[in-house]
């Protein structure tokens, strides 16, 4: 689930597992992030991974997550950082979904002999307690969730670049006092690239909400990446300073449908080596052998999207935005 708040904070909460011969790995991912403070980014071994039979409710140690029978609604305890520090963080949120969830298709990309499948519930309202840094707030805002899945294939092997973006605004002819979580709009894209022996396929989903509807689906987003500028964090990858989305596909009734976010991600939050609890050499021996993924979080408080709809005047939503790009080359 990634959220965006009334009070500036942004982040996500995560919970990952796979089944690997007889054992099942489980970790939590964590990212928070309060203007006017460094971002937090937590992971943690999650132990223990119970998974109702109605798949409604999953938990592992320092997570909970509990979904309504209707999926109306989505209970998530995070506790994983607290229960390691007395500095980590905690949070609980209520997420409550607003629009159509959407996938493209049955959901699913076949790669070689597997599958990557992402489905979506682009747009809710979520209420949250957090405890960071040294500190308690609640605050409502607005949510995404997204539900991904793989099947005989390794995640090197999914995708060699991954670009993710998700945006919160309004319509610029809403007026500045008028701007609400319930009146919000969102814009989101999930698109990678697959390895170059698959092909190099670039795949993609993409949605635009307007006050808590689903409005639009888009299949085909291209990425163009402007100003590279080297990893300082010795990572050897080049970063793009500047990054166009533009996204086609129809409204929910059936009008042709192009956004384009001429993005400016400029804040750094975290810049992960997804390996770097492997001891070193077997680290740079994964690296040089098979990947070397690092995940690169930016945020942008300045964003605007524009929106073109078939038969209507074009429309500028202006927001904040959350950037993810992952590397896995």
């Given at each position: ?55 409604l ?66 747009t ?15 605050s ?16 090197y ?46 795949c ?79 680290r ?46």
């Open positions: 689930m990634y959220f965006h708040l009334d009070n500036g904070c942004v982040g996500f909460v995560q919970i990952a597992w796979a089944y690997l011969a007889l054992t099942t790995t489980v970790e939590t991912n964590a990212m928070f992030y309060v203007p006017g403070h460094p971002s937090v980014f937590e992971t943690h071994n999650g132990h223990h991974l119970k998974v109702k039979k109605d798949s409710e999953y938990e592992c140690k320092g997570m909970q997550a509990t979904w309504a029978k209707d999926h109306s609604k989505l209970s998530v305890k995070y506790t994983a950082g607290r229960e390691r520090s007395p500095q980590g963080v905690a949070a609980t949120f209520e997420f409550v979904r607003k629009s159509d969830g959407y996938k493209i298709g049955d959901g699913k990309n076949h790669i070689g002999e597997g599958t990557a499948a992402h489905y979506f519930y682009p809710g309202q979520v209420s949250a307690h957090v405890e960071i840094n040294g500190e308690k707030f609640d409502m805002g607005s949510a995404m969730f997204i539900h991904a899945h793989s099947g005989n294939i390794m995640p092997n999914v995708g060699s670049q991954f670009n993710m973006c998700y945006f919160v605004g309004h319509s610029e002819d809403i007026p500045q006092d008028k701007r609400t979580s319930e009146n919000a709009s969102t814009f989101h894209v999930l698109q990678y690239r697959t390895p170059a022996s698959y092909g190099s396929v670039e993609s989903n993409a949605g635009f909400t307007q006050e808590n509807q689903l409005k639009a689906v888009l299949w085909d987003t291209k990425i163009e990446h402007r100003d590279f500028v080297k990893d300082e964090n010795g990572s050897g990858y080049e970063l793009p300073k500047h990054v166009i989305f533009t996204s086609t596909g129809k409204t929910v009734d059936g009008k042709n449908a192009k956004l384009v976010f001429d993005s400016k991600p400029t804040l750094r939050l975290q810049d992960i080596d997804v390996l770097k609890a492997m001891p070193y050499v077997v740079r021996l994964v690296q040089a052998l098979i990947t070397k993924p690092f995940i690169f979080e930016r945020y942008e408080d300045n964003a605007k999207v524009q929106v073109e709809i078939e038969g209507q005047d074009p429309q500028v939503f202006q927001g904040v935005a959350f950037h993810e790009l992952t590397q896995m080359e």
